[in-house]
């Protein structure tokens, strides 16, 4: 089945999307997911919502050329990747990653690292509006760090 | 012509009138249309100046910035990406 990159305004059912992408693959002995939620709260503030930016045609392009290394780099032959754009509420998902590979263990490190990777290379730009107006998101330390471990874990 | 495209935190201080720019002769690099840019919008100018900054050309990133620009060449400011 290979890489399956969306890009998509759409909301999405993450659990639906998993069991569909098991479906009929007798031959995949694991499947790994991450979803990353919209929370209703950042820091102490109150978020109403999300908006996310794609720069469009070069932002699903970049997704997979990141997924294609993953996969290349853990041997995972599916990869699933969901990124919402536009308006997103509080409690919708925002991202799914999910693999699927004969043992676990390729699985989970593949979904953990594309994530890592996700949030500092994907090219998205994130707004959160609260009560005192929005602002834009910037990776933080912490997901920097993330990014360079994940450059050699595993 | 060329296309210039500003995404995330950019877009909201970038004037319209820059998305289709008619360019002097001698702004002939990237590092050039950078400084004109500043030199057009000072705010957005300060921004570009105080974030660390990705560039790409015709959708491929590019880290010269000496690189030549060329006419139909479409131009993206990126900002701090924030996916996931």
Known sequence: MGLDIRVQDRAFDPHGE??????????????????GYCRDE??????????????????????????AEIAARFGVGDLLVIHRVGAIAPGEAIVLVAALSVHRAAAFDAVRVLMDYLKTDAPLWKKEAGP?????IEPRGEDHQRRAAAETSA | MVHLVFLGKFGDV????????VLPGDVRTLADLKAWI????????????????????NQALV?????????????????????G
């Open chain 1, 18 to 35: 998993c069991a569909a992408f098991v479906r009929g693959r007798a031959d995949a002995g694991a499947l790994a997911s991450f979803v």
């Open chain 2, 14 to 21: 970038a004037p319209d009138a820059l998305a289709r720019p």
């Open chain 1, 132 to 136: 005192d107006g929005a602002r834009w």
């Open chain 2, 38 to 57: 500043a030199a057009q919008s000072p705010p957005l100018g300060r921004m570009l100046a105080a974030t660390p900054l990705r560039l790409a050309v």
């Open chain 2, 63 to 83: 880290q010269d910035l000496s690189q030549p620009i060329a006419a139909g060449d479409e131009i993206a400011f990126l900002p701090p990406m924030s996916g």
């Open chain 1, 42 to 67: 950042t820091a102490g503030r109150a978020v109403t919502g999300l908006t996310i930016q794609q720069y469009e045609g070069f932002t699903q392009a970049e997704i997979a050329r990141l997924a």
